[in-house]
């Protein structure tokens, strides 16, 4: 199995930055893909990026441009920077693995870590 932990969310001002953090754990697993999602207040939870194991990027639609996925395979940790932060952007922000144990593959996610951009 795989547990994440997300952090650096936090409230910040519109036009500011944040970078959030997921640190994966685990054993005996390989990550094939790894990532955020973020869900608003009464909306669907929606692709921001994820990052394969090769380092190939994918960003939802609207998300180029302010959004930037990193990974650090040393630390198993994967980053989030948001810059130019909107009110819209406020929301829940998740992290997601897609692993493979047993050649299996598994869906895994974090709590997720608040962000809210005040105007």
């Known amino acids: 199995q795989v547990q994440l932990v997300e952090s650096g969310g936090g409230l910040v001002q519109a036009g500011g930055s944040l970078r959030l953090s997921c640190a994966a754990s685990g054993s005996a697993v390989s990550i094939n893909r790894i990532g955020w999602y973020r869900q608003a207040p009464g909306k669907q939870r929606e692709l921001v990026a994820d990052?394969?194991?090769?380092?190939?990027?994918n960003y939802g639609d609207s998300m180029k441009g302010r959004f930037t996925i990193s990974r650090d395979s040393a630390k198993n940790t994967v980053y989030l920077q948001i810059n130019s932060l909107k009110p819209e952007d406020t929301a829940v922000y998740y992290c997601?693995?897609?692993?493979?144990?047993?050649?299996?593959?598994?869906?895994?996610w974090g709590q997720g870590t608040q962000v809210t951009v005040s105007s």
């Open positions: 997601k693995a897609v692993y493979r144990s047993n050649y299996l593959l598994y869906d895994s």
């Open positions: 990052v394969s194991s090769g380092g190939i990027t």
